[in-house]
């Protein structure tokens, strides 16, 4: 069943303003770098993007931000960017932020056909305003929602043209769960082989939650808190 | 008095042989480098590995693999690698032996404030609320006053809630102190420290029983 | 009249390109053996595989690879395999876009009755439950009458349910009819077999309106 | 962090009458056979055992049967076991059956600290008999609890002494969930390596989810269903 398009344009195609994306990645790590880009040039706006962090100033989704494309921003951690706390706290942009544990929980429940589940996360914070308290075995837990998207944005590392993918490392993280999520999901790959070449049994998303793949380029993959320690020589 | 390493130091006497932890950003993060030598503690992070090693060395850094605070790290032999909802599965679930993390307020009926000052600095809750939320053990890293010299253990937090009746015991620069129904209970001094220094650092309930012994660092 | 696989030759005919599809045990696996040439369609197992094959040659069955019916089978190229949690998603999520399954019953209003006959047949509802109660397309795949000449197609089921309101088609060896709300809709006959015929053997409400085709198979 | 057991029987110590045991497997694929029959030779009594199938009659869940070691089975399909139909219908044994999906769903859940989520499946019939029903985009769902057990079995491929787990094509299927939701979970694996020999990426079950580890013996893996196709000469 391919899926391959022939290029990010083809791969963006179909998302317009206003729209719901989500964008899988953590900090910068696992981002999807070719379609953000092609969304910047495509110049869509008012977007509500979903996505755990918000990029740095000048990389990842702060590319987004910087020309203004997105209206809101759902996300668990925001820090180390200037520009979105800028635009935030001006109330030009919308924020919703949750805890990161419900944000991937919702995810996978949007992607999973559960419309909504229990969670201790958040109780007795501005988290559970409005949401509906139970307790099981004498603990408190809210009702969450499921999060689903018009269009999923997802990074692997390998993938093939019935849309299987792997992922590499911690680069993984919300990838799987948003890639389940979107009513349209695209996944960009580093490396894009012809069905067979995965083994099976190490798919980390079966190809039936991605409805369009291409081999992305010229991936940057900055690193954040460039942390080393030194060779004993 | 206590540096944040020496915060760290005593910290890493809480843990046990074969538990998980998570660690967060800051002065948890320290407590990697002092774990005795006779126990094996697993460190998780939150974006998805259990069996964090050290950081890696010069020129091996991979822009794959980090940790919940974005930096680079390595993994060890028997590491395992997962998605977001899967870490947080093992969050909630309570397969973590223990939390600690850092924070701008503790109140001393165990409330937690360490994610939100309105209208200034909004970074978000990242993993915190989940952590706090669902572990049994929950220790708290921190200096025991804010750079103005104001109390962070706290009658009520004053900022918005990370979480309610979490806290189980804090260790500061001070002191380390446990959560029970009267307040913080002083379990032991730092190195230098006066009792009466604690308690003019504390703007929360204090309890102090008997002779209070000073940390064996 | 069809015989079994006549009523999965009707079925494959409703296949339609790039679709994954999920076939119940019994009348619906054989529908594996009829897709058309010229299109591609990927069949799910319940169990936990998408890109399942045929049966595996003589001597190359592997225990470790079976379908929902406990079948060997093989894996085609792409395929994926996963576990039980996450093929469930797939199916509660809708990401499957046609369902086949048998029925011991199916009434008017589109309920269907496959897994238990009380105090005689237990054997469980398996995936039923969830499939139908998740796919927007579900097809069934039966019988018209029962071994005894009982019409399986009911105004009301008798027997415990599986889902409610959930079938779209059925596909039996007299004909294809489709569940609407004024009841069973006839779409076409087998090859061979009169209106008067599917109305005897028709307990529902069944809805005629003009010149009934018959398959073209 | 060595988790090895030095045999079947250590595995399953602790493991008494009455108490709740979750064992992985899909019919005969995956099933822990090495616990199976330690569990049958202990006769250890009165068990509640959550397991999609109960085996046949001569093999799997079937043997605890045949000795009336099980008090209740929590299962979705029972077919293909003459001496469970006997057992349930004359009442020996107690049976709870549960969607497939649902199933799997609740044990997930049952690890992952949610104790409760809404599912489509069952709506409407003798499954949703006391459930609360709630309505999402129009479409009726049923509350369903989180599954617990006392101690899960299951069976992987390869395992290493952390516990980390791989499973081998669909002998995957209910292990890697009730991997997650025992209190003390057992791994019986045909191939145990040292820490550092599985890739970190190929994981299927992460460590942390499993108390105790040990490579099983005499694997009969015995094929349910063994349906062929000539070979064209």
């Known amino acids: 069943m391919d899926k391959r398009v022939n290029s990010v344009k083809d791969a963006i195609s179909g998302i317009e303003n206003n729209m719901t994306l989500m964008l899988g990645g953590f900090g910068l790590c696992g981002i999807p770098e070719n379609c953000i880009s092609a969304l910047v040039e495509a110049n869509i706006n008012g977007l509500t993007c979903i996505s755990n962090n918000a990029g740095v100033d000048d990389f990842g989704l702060g590319l987004l931000l910087q020309k203004k494309q997105i209206r809101k921003m759902i996300s668990s951690y925001v820090g180390e960017n200037d520009e979105f706390e800028r635009q935030m706290l001006s109330g030009e942009l919308e924020v919703d932020l949750i805890p990161q544990g419900s944000l991937a929980a919702r995810c996978y429940a949007g992607g999973a056909g559960i419309p909504a589940f229990f969670t201790p996360a958040g109780y007795g914070t501005e988290v559970a305003e409005g949401k509906e308290i139970r307790y099981f075995n004498g603990k408190p837990h809210l009702l969450e929602h499921a999060l689903e998207a018009d269009y999923a944005i997802v990074k692997a590392w390998k993938g093939d043209w019935d849309g299987n993918l792997i992922y590499k490392g911690t680069a993984r993280n919300f990838n799987p769960a948003m890639a389940m999520a979107g009513k349209i999901t695209i996944a960009e790959v580093e490396i894009l082989v012809a069905p067979g070449e995965l083994d099976p049994n190490a798919i980390h998303t079966p190809g039936i939650f991605v409805q369009r793949i291409f081999q992305g380029v010229n991936y940057e993959k900055r690193i954040e808190q460039r942390t080393v320690q030194a060779k004993l020589s | ?217």
Chains 1, 4 share one sequence.
């Open chain 2, 1 to 217: 008095m206590l540096d944040k390493n020496g915060i760290a130091r005593r910290i890493a006497q809480e843990l046990q042989d074969k538990w998980y932890v998570n660690l967060g950003i800051g002065i948890p993060t320290l407590i990697a480098n002092h774990v005795p030598d006779d126990i094996e503690v697993t460190f998780q992070s939150e974006n998805g590995i259990l069996g964090m090693g050290p950081f890696p060395f010069e020129g091996e850094e991979d822009a794959d693999l980090i940790n919940a605070g974005k930096q680079t790290i390595t993994a060890l032999p028997g590491a395992a690698i997962f998605d977001s909802a899967t870490s947080f599965a093992m969050i909630r679930g309570q397969h973590i032996q223990l939390t600690v993390l850092g924070a701008m307020e503790v109140a001393d009926n165990g409330n937690i404030a360490n994610w939100k000052i309105p209208g200034r600095m909004v970074k978000g809750m990242g993993g915190a609320m989940d952590l706090v939320a669902s572990a049994d053990n929950i220790i708290v890293a921190m200096m025991h006053t804010n750079k103005r010299g104001k109390s962070k253990l706290l009658r009520q937090c004053s900022l918005p809630l990370t979480g309610v009746g979490c806290v189980k015991r804090v260790v500061t620069n001070l002191a380390v102190l446990d959560v029970t129904p009267n307040g913080f209970k002083l379990i032991e001094r730092a190195p230098g420290v006066t009792v009466e220094q604690i308690q003019e650092a504390t703007e929360g309930r204090l309890v102090v029983e008997g002779d209070i012994p000073e940390m064996n660092l």
